[in-house]
């Protein structure tokens, strides 16, 4: 990868808690023997402005819960106040009406909210809470205080896309359209570094499943309701594959960085830790041109042949 002038994607994990223990997720085996950690807003602060001072956005969000960082709408506020971007993702448990109201009065740029099933006992076999119906009503409030606010903050819906999921699609089209959520993303579920239990055998479905989906019945169904909806693609494959080690960034919450999520499990990945060092020094290291030259050579990690987080408009 030929680092781009700058950086444009920085992703930083602001805390390694989690309010759900989602089936499918890493979350789990990436942290259930680490300490919990949040990102203070003074070290946020120190590190942004050494290494990230403007013309990016910011994406707060890692495999845990975004909202438990209780100085994530400071940091939000100083990127916004520096003329950066950000965009939050959350699993909406938390997104009550004051943190909408901060939402839009912040105007952040972007909100993702997870939410791939309109069955609440489906929810809460996935997620391991029953929660379904707090998190459709914290939509709703977010919604309505981005309205009355005349806030820009665009909402995106994350929908993971599995067997037991797949025929939720429509209904969750139909929430969206009914609340004005304008955009939706079906993720193909990802194993991970995980070695594929019982519920990855069940629920995960292969890439050619995947593509063999009724894609022109959603998009229909999609169009009516002036949704555009996006869904993984396996072009992390292809030639030239993904451009993102050259213009993003993912930060661990101990400031460690890697190309992007997927490669915090490897330590032969860490590209250098921006407590300890600048960007520019990590982006001149050599572990970042050994990762580099494999991505310039139009190939890619093992890490990212499960990868299902580059998308295409269906
Ligand atoms: C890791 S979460 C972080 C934000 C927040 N905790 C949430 O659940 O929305 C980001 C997105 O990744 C999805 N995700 C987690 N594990 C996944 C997997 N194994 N395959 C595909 N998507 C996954 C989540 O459902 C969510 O939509
Ligand atoms: S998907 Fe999000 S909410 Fe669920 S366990 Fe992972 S990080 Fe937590
Ligand atoms: S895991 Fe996916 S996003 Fe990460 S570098 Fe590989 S292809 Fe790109």
């Known amino acids: 990868m030929k680092p781009s002038e700058r950086i444009e994607t920085v992703q930083v994990e602001v805390t390694t808690a989690c309010n759900l223990g989602c089936t499918f997720c890493p979350h789990m085996s990436l942290y259930r023997d680490r300490t919990e950690r949040h990102v203070g807003f003074d070290e946020f602060r120190e590190v942004f402005d050494r290494s990230f001072p403007q013309w990016h956005v910011t994406i707060f969000s890692g495999f845990s819960e975004t909202l438990l960082n209780h100085d994530v709408f400071k940091m939000i506020e100083y990127e916004k106040a520096r003329g950066n971007s950000a965009i939050l993702a959350t699993n909406g448990l938390l997104l009550d009406s004051e943190r909408a109201q901060q939402i839009a009065d912040l105007d952040v740029d972007g909100v993702t909210v997870t939410l791939d099933t309109m069955v609440p006992s489906r929810y809460a076999e996935l997620r391991g809470v029953d929660a379904l119906p707090v998190v459709l009503r914290n939509l709703g409030s977010l919604q309505e205080a981005i309205r009355s606010k005349g806030a820009s903050t665009e909402v995106i819906i994350n929908y993971v896309l599995m067997r037991s999921t797949a025929g939720c699609i429509r209904d969750v089209l139909d929430l969206m359209g009914r609340e004005g959520i304008g955009s939706l993303f079906l993720i193909k579920l990802m194993q991970g570094s995980q070695s594929p239990g019982p519920f990855h055998k069940s629920e995960g479905m292969s890439w050619d499943e995947h593509e063999a989906m009724d894609y022109e019945a959603i998009r229909a169904h999609a169009d009516r309701l002036g949704i555009t909806v996006h869904r993984s693609s396996r ?18 919450s101990s400031w460690d960085a890697f ?8 330590v032969e990945y860490r590209l250098g830790n921006l407590k300890e060092s600048t960007i520019e020094e990590v982006r001149s290291s050599e572990q970042f041109k050994r990762l580099g030259a494999v991505f310039e050579a139009g190939s890619h990690l093992p890490e990212c ?9 269906i």
């Open 235 to 252: 072009a992390s494959l292809h030639d030239p594959g993904c451009s993102l080690p050259s213009s993003a960034i993912y930060l661990t």
């Open 259 to 266: 190309v992007c999520p997927f490669h915090v499990n490897n």
């Open 305 to 313: 042949r499960d990868c299902a987080c580059l998308f295409e408009l």
